[in-house]
Nanobody
């Protein structure tokens, strides 16, 4: 069973930065991608950014320029650098891993941006 553990969430003022990290519990032979989704209160979960097994990075258009996804030191880790945060970025951020067509999810980490 794959477990994803997120870290780095918290409370930050508007304009500030946070860095989220995620590590998978064990090395997985075939990771298609790792990335992040978020779910704001009262809204559906939305895709934020991903990095593929060939290190191609993808980011939601609305977040480009502020959010950057990157791989950590190991293939089973992923980071999300969030800059110029806005109150609208307040959400639970979930780490996602795709392997052999299966999506795995972390439990989420809360990011709160105060005005």
């Amino acid at each position: 069973q794959v477990q994803l553990v997120e870290s780095g969430g918290g409370l930050v003022q508007a304009g500030g930065s946070l860095r989220l990290s995620c590590i998978a519990s064990r090395n997985i032979f075939s990771i298609a991608s790792m990335g992040w989704y978020r779910q704001a209160p009262g809204k559906e979960r939305e895709w934020v950014a991903s990095i593929t097994n060939s290190d191609t990075t993808l980011c939601a258009d609305a977040l480009k320029g502020r959010f950057t996804v990157s791989r950590g030191n190991a293939k089973n880790t992923v980071n999300l650098q969030m800059n110029s945060l806005k109150p609208d970025d307040t959400a639970v951020y979930y780490c996602n891993l795709v392997s052999s067509g299966i999506h795995y999810w972390g439990k989420g980490t809360l990011v709160t941006v105060s005005a």
